[in-house]
């Protein structure tokens, strides 16, 4: 069975300072795909950033990065220059590539202090 | 391009009622997954279905819930009898094949 943990239940940093947000999974496959999601107060889930398990390059979106370590089954967020409008809960997510069915971590919490 | 949309946004429902979810998927999406967020924690794969088939639905439980996706109109999540348990929010998303899940504001349930 695949299981995401997401072992910081919350998180705060300063406005403009960079935070890490940890996710590690277990998985028997060898292709799958990984995301961070983020939802705000509204409850809407909205895609931050995936990753396609066969890329060894990190993924990256503006502010937004992973550290994947596939050995480690590891894969980290990093939020640089991190804003108000980031507060939000943090969810990591796996599903592998030859099925739809999508495993989330508990989440993480994050505070922006301004 | 309308995103996934969902309604109600919101159901209050008396215990022993039933309720009724509906999703639209995005234009063009032939797959849709249904979630469950109890409170402080992450969504749980319910239901995976595909137009009039359900492809997967380990995730839901065997009595009360059922879930539907007709040829035509939206995808239907369908709680009977329901219970104070059942509270919680209900997310549906969409994809055009395998690939990205796109998600909807959600449906959250209040059983009184």
């Known amino acids: 069975a695949q299981t995401v943990t997401q072992s910081q239940p919350e998180m705060s940093v300063q406005e403009a300072e960079t935070v890490t947000l940890s996710c590690t999974y277990d998985t028997s496959e060898s292709d799958y795909y990984l995301f961070w999601y983020k939802q705000p107060p509204s409850r809407q889930m909205i895609l931050v950033i995936r990753q396609e398990a066969y890329k060894q390059q990190n993924a990256t979106e503006n502010r937004f990065s992973v550290n994947f370590q596939k050995a480690a089954k590891s894969f980290s967020l990093k939020i640089s220059d991190s804003q108000l409008g980031d507060a939000a809960m943090y969810f990591c997510?796996?599903?592998?590539?030859?099925?739809?069915?999508?495993?989330f971590g508990a989440g993480t919490r994050l505070t922006v202090k301004p | 391009n309308a995103g996934v949309m969902q309604n109600p946004r919101h159901l209050v429902r008396r215990r022993g009622q039933e309720a009724r979810l509906r999703c639209s998927p995005m234009?063009?999406?032939?797959?849709v997954y249904w979630y469950r967020q109890l409170p402080e924690e992450g969504l749980k794969f319910m239901v995976y279905?595909?137009?009039?088939?359900?492809?997967?639905e380990s995730g839901m439980p065997k009595e009360r819930f059922s879930a539907e996706f007709p040829k035509e109109g939206p995808s239907i999540l369908r709680i009977q009898q329901v219970v104070r348990g059942d509270s919680a929010a209900y997310f549906c998303?969409?994809?055009?094949?395998?690939?990205?899940?796109?998600f909807g504001p959600g449906t959250r349930l209040t059983v009184t």
């Open positions: 279905l595909q137009k009039e088939n359900i492809i997967d």
């Open positions: 998303a969409s994809s055009p094949w395998t690939g990205e899940q796109y």
């Open positions: 997510a796996y599903r592998p590539s030859n099925n739809n069915d999508m495993r």
């Open positions: 234009k063009g999406h032939s797959h």
